[in-house]
């Protein structure tokens, strides 16, 4: 069965950081593109970072770009969100999601096959 788990969100206060891990099965791990979406209250799901398969290629959105950092262990299966410099409006649910292949539209969340059940963040000014 395919799976992915995230887990780390929590409240930090502006200026903080917090890591996001998203454990998937082996079967996702061998060979898709990961990426991170979030979605704040009242708002549409929004692209956030990709990685590619071998980790050599990586994407952010330009609101995070300097900030966060996406990183994968393929021999863990793992794939973390390191966020730094948090701000009040990257307050939201954080979503993990795996991709079959590594589209040139990436920020697509349509193209995105599996997704994680969410962990909210919550940044106080």
């Known amino acids: 069965q395919v799976q992915l788990a995230e887990s780390g969100g929590g409240l930090v206060q502006a200026g903080g950081s917090l890591t996001l891990s998203c454990a998937a099965s082996?079967?996702?791990?061998?060979?898709?593109?990961m990426g991170w979406f979030r979605q704040a209250p009242g708002k549409e799901r929004e692209f956030v970072a990709v990685?590619?398969?071998?980790?050599?290629?990586?994407y952010y959105a330009d609101s995070v770009k300097g900030r966060f950092t996406i990183s994968r262990d393929n021999a863990k299966n793992t794939v973390r969100l390191q966020m730094n410099s948090l701000k009040p409006e990257d307050t939201a649910v954080y979503y993990c999601?795996?991709?079959?292949?590594?589209?040139?539209?990436?920020?697509?969340?349509?193209?995105?096959?599996?997704w994680g059940q969410g962990t909210q963040v919550t940044v106080s000014s």
């Open positions: 999601a795996a991709a079959r292949y590594m589209s040139s539209t990436y920020y697509d969340n349509t193209k995105y096959n599996f």
């Open positions: 082996r079967y996702i791990f061998s060979s898709y593109a």
């Open positions: 990685i590619s398969y071998s980790g050599g290629s990586t």
